[in-house]
């Protein structure tokens, strides 16, 4: 089958819809940030819904800021940003991948992000994350909310 046959499969670029190279991040708009806080939102009240009432409430993080969401932009070779911006956050009103401008774009991208935090044991999650181990008051007070969930165990 020849390739135009195929069904669109992965990224596509943002520019023309052809198959993307290169990804790169922006802030989000406005409309993308309430999607994004509305989706949020409704998963913390479905999850709500379905705890388990004899429980303490479950707790939620704060909700999605602007300042710590980005959303994921890709471009085709031929509408590319340099690598060297692709590294870098734009803002929510970057155009790229914009013809006109390619390999650059009209915003001044946010400085690097800092290094991950160095030091501290982590441990991996079932889902592959990396995350920082529980320190031991916690495991603690792990231990204390099981017994007093189940004191037969105790
Ligand atoms: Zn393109
Ligand atoms: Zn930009």
């Known amino acids: 089958m020849p390739d135009l046959m195929k069904p669109p499969t992965g990224p596509r670029c943002g520019s023309c819809g052809g198959p993307a190279l290169v990804q790169w991040r922006r802030r989000p708009t406005d409309n993308e940030l309430a999607n994004l806080v509305a ?38 070779a031929e509408h590319a940003i340099h690598l060297e911006a692709a590294a870098r956050v734009h803002a929510a009103d970057c155009s790229a991948p914009h013809p006109d401008h390619v390999p650059d774009c009209d915003c001044e991208p946010e400085p690097h992000p800092a290094p991950e935090p160095r030091g501290g044991p982590m441990v991996t999650l079932p889902t592959g994350w990396r995350v920082p181990a529980p320190s031991v008051d916690e495991l603690q007070a792990f231990g204390q909310s099981i017994k007093q969930a189940d004191p037969a165990a105790s």
Request: charged share 15%; hydrophobic share 40%.
């Open 39 to 76: 989706i949020e939102q409704a998963r913390q009240a479905e999850a709500l819904s379905l705890a388990d009432q004899s429980q303490p409430a479950p707790t939620f993080g704060p909700l999605p800021t602007a300042g710590d969401t980005t959303i994921a932009v890709f471009g085709c």
